[in-house]
Nanobody
Framework: QVQLVESGGGLVQAGGSLRLSCAIS????????MGWFRQAPGKEREFVAV????????NYADSVKGRFTISRDNAKNTVYLQMNSLKPEDTAVYYC????????????????????????WGQGTQVTVSS
């Protein structure tokens, strides 16, 4: 059974930084494509970032490009989201997700931006950015 557990959320002032972590238990983590999504109150879940199994391909939503960095440590079964220059509009619950289907093939940025393409989800961690 695969379990994803996020941590690192909290309250930060605008312009500050946070690093989210997502620890994955279960087998074959290093063969999963990993994504981060977020959901603000009253809004739909939106794509934030994705990283391929090897860590050689990443993609970001335009709203976070240049401010957020996704990375992974396969030895630690963990994926990270470094968030810098945070804005109040970044306030949301952040979720990590795993796509376990043929992850050795990159399926393209459009594919990974769709939340229904992911098989496993964490419970989420709250990020609140004050102005």
């Amino acid at each position: 059974q695969v379990q994803l557990v996020e941590s690192g959320g909290g309250l930060v002032q605008a312009g500050g930084s946070l690093r989210l972590s997502c620890a994955i238990s279960g087998r074959a983590f290093n063969s999963y494509t990993m994504g981060w999504f977020r959901q603000a109150p009253g809004k739909e879940r939106e794509f934030v970032a994705v990283i391929n199994w090897y860590g050689s391909i990443t993609n970001y939503a335009d709203s976070v490009k240049g401010r957020f960095t996704i990375s992974r440590d396969n030895a630690k079964n963990t994926v990270y989201l470094q968030m810098n220059s945070l804005k109040p509009e970044d306030t949301a619950v952040y979720y990590c997700a795993a796509d376990s289907k043929a992850a050795q093939y990159w399926k393209g940025s459009v594919y990974y931006s769709q939340h229904d393409k992911y098989d496993y989800w964490g419970q989420g961690t709250q990020v609140t950015v004050s102005s």
